[in-house]
Each structure stands twice: as structure tokens, then as C-alpha cells.
């Protein structure tokens, strides 16, 4: 079993930038890929970005390719999502999810955090 908790959420303007924590229990964490998920208002949840349990590898969606970064530290059993360049359309509820492999579906995580606010002013 893992439990995840996100924070670092919050109001930013266009232009700012965030760093949203995904914090793990459990000892084997970096066994495990961790993929960040969104959904904003009125829509339906997508992929922002996934890493490796390694931390070697990562994947973005086109969308945030260039403006967000994801790492972890699996010593401190810490996945981070660094946001740049913030725009309205970035606002969600972020989420994090663990799962044996690092892909694009959510179908492919089986742990989930419940989720933090980003909400980004023009």
C-alpha cells in the first residue's frame, strides 16, 4: 500500500510559478512510477507528466512540455511538480498517483492523492 498526500497548491498569477509536492508513505516507494493527473473546471482529468521510480526518465503532455518539471527525491519519498509560466488554463485540482510503470493512462495507477488546488488570475 502507498498513501499519497499533494500540497503546494494555491492562487498564482499568469506568468508565476508553483511547486506541488506529492509526499509517499510506504518503504518501497521508489519501486514505484509516479504520474501527475489534473482536472480543471467543467472538464475531464488529463495527463501532465510522469516519472520513472528511478527518477532517470520523464514524459510530459504537449501542453506543459517546457514550463513544467517533474523529480523526486526518493530518499525523502517526495515526488515534486515544478509549474512555470502559469496560465488560466493550467487551473486544476492536481494529482498524484503511484503505479508500477510510468505511462500516460490513469488506468495505470493504482494509488492516488486527493488532490491539491492550483488556480491561476489573468
Known amino acids: 500500500q502507498v498513501q499519497l498526500v499533494e500540497s503546494g497548491g494555491g492562487l498564482v498569477q499568469a506568468g508565476g510559478s508553483l511547486r506541488l509536492s506529492c509526499a509517499a508513505s510506504?518503504?518501497?516507494?521508489?519501486?514505484?512510477?509516479v504520474g501527475w493527473f489534473r482536472q480543471g473546471p467543467g472538464k475531464e482529468r488529463e495527463f501532465v507528466a510522469t516519472?520513472?521510480?528511478?527518477?532517470?526518465?520523464?514524459y510530459y503532455a504537449h501542453s506543459v512540455q517546457g514550463r513544467f518539471t517533474v523529480s523526486r527525491d526518493n530518499a525523502k519519498n517526495t515526488v515534486y511538480l515544478q509549474l512555470n509560466s502559469l496560465k488560466p488554463e493550467d487551473t486544476a485540482v492536481y494529482y498524484c498517483?503511484?503505479?508500477?510503470?510510468?505511462?500516460?493512462?490513469?488506468?495505470?495507477?493504482?494509488?492516488w492523492g486527493q488532490g491539491t488546488q492550483v488556480t491561476v488570475s489573468s
Open positions: 510506504g518503504r518501497t516507494f521508489s519501486s514505484y512510477a
Open positions: 516519472i520513472t521510480g528511478s527518477g532517470f526518465s520523464t
Open positions: 498517483a503511484a503505479g508500477g510503470r510510468a505511462v500516460v493512462p490513469s488506468s495505470g495507477y493504482d494509488y
